[in-house]
């Protein structure tokens, strides 16, 4: 496994009215780390999922559309998936930012990633490649 950047999470600070607020946090952090650890790869297949489904999404209103995963969750597994995996197959494509419907600040949108025939770039499969191929 590759050793990720951690998200600076003072940009992501939460709105005060939380359901999970209240919750110890260390039982907070161990779901989280359960999560994190068990289920990495089940997890990305989830958001690619739900990428391809829901195309041009935001992180924040993915992470509403994906049951059970937090914002941070999501956004590795976001990062991920926009990677070369083993087999070289990018599965996803960062896009042009926009104010995000759920966290009303500007982020990053998702499409499922196709590759050009011309130059081999990974390009959003709505999208021509800027290379004039398809
Ligand atoms: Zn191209």
Redesign the pocket.
């Known amino acids: 496994m590759s050793i990720h950047p951690r998200p600076t999470d003072s940009l992501f600070a939460e709105p005060i009215a939380r359901s999970h607020a209240t919750d110890p946090d260390t039982s907070v952090k161990a779901a989280a780390s359960m999560n994190r650890s068990g289920n990495a790869r089940a997890n990305l297949e989830r958001v690619v999922q739900a990428v391809e489904t829901n195309p041009g999404k935001t992180s924040g209103e993915l992470e509403q559309i994906v049951p059970g995963l937090d914002l941070t969750e999501v956004r590795r597994r976001l990062t991920d998936a926009a990677r070369p995996n083993r087999s070289g197959v990018v599965r996803i494509v960062r896009s042009a930012a926009r104010k995000c419907r759920v966290l009303l600040t500007s982020q990053s949108t998702w499409f499922a990633a196709k590759r050009?025939?011309?130059?081999?770039?990974w390009?959003a499969v709505c999208d021509e490649?800027?290379?004039?191929?398809k």
């Open positions: 050009c025939k011309e130059c081999g770039d390009v490649c800027p290379c004039g191929g």
